[in-house]
């Protein structure tokens, strides 16, 4: 029985994506719109164009080219996305996205990396401050970690501190970590006894009796 065109043209019209993917993308900190932004860089990449633009991967989502190019600013800090250069038929060098590094770790074995700590550290901030971080931000961040050298669980703790302070602000939170830097705090313990929130006495609170009804008296 001859197998229908359509049928065979849909068997050809295949994109390839290692089901690890698909079922672990969660262990690295990664929601469905980054893994759909990797899934379009695959697709259009088997086409030719190995470096595609913000607006080339935009056009085929629901997100704009702001919102791709900051998928791929956090793809890029968490070591998952690299930006290499390959040589084509002619010898001519091109950039392209190398997802390697993604595959490389959806197939590592073991305990988590400090990668996916530090990936989980961009969606704390992203949940405390109820929004998408800002490439700045994002910089700002890769900057405490990579260049600060500051654990992710310190960085956290100065998060907590702005928190529960009331002034949830990058700069407040950048003077914080100096601070501790300065008087050589290292740890989310060392910072925790040096929180001004750790030594206030809680306010004892009153109990309101008017709530209470003497039933004897009736």
């Known amino acids: 029985m001859e197998v229908p065109f359509s049928y065979q043209k849909l068997l050809a019209d295949q994109l390839s994506i290692p089901s690890q993917l698909l079922v672990d993308y969660k262990s690295l900190s990664l929601n469905e719109t980054d893994v759909i932004v990797i899934m379009q860089i695959i697709h259009i990449q088997q086409t030719g164009t190995l470096l595609p633009t913000f607006d080339q991967i ?3 989502m629901t997100i704009n080219a702001n919102e791709v190019a900051n998928v791929l600013k956090k793809l890029r800090n968490q070591s998952l996305l690299n930006i290499e ?4 038929e002619d010898g001519q060098e091109q950039e392209w996205y190398s997802l390697s590094p993604l595959f490389s770790n959806l197939y590592e074995q073991g305990e988590p990396s400090s990668r996916e700590e530090e990936g989980k550290l961009f969606q704390l901030f992203e949940q405390e401050f109820s929004r998408t971080l800002s490439p700045i931000e994002i910089d700002t961040i890769s900057h405490w970690l990579d260049d600060d050298q500051f654990k992710p669980a310190l960085i956290k703790a100065a998060l907590r501190e702005a928190v529960l302070m009331g002034k949830l602000n990058f700069r407040y939170i950048d003077r914080i970590l100096n601070e501790w830097k300065k008087k050589g705090i290292k740890s989310a ?8 929130q750790q030594n206030r006495q809680a306010p004892k609170e009153k109990r309101d009796t008017s709530v ?4 004897l008296e009736e």
Request: aromatic share 16%; charged share 30%.
């Open 85 to 88: 250069h390959v040589k084509d």
């Open 189 to 196: 313990q060392d910072a925790k006894q040096e929180s001004p």
């Open 212 to 215: 209470y009804y003497n039933w």
């Open 58 to 60: 935009a056009q085929r």
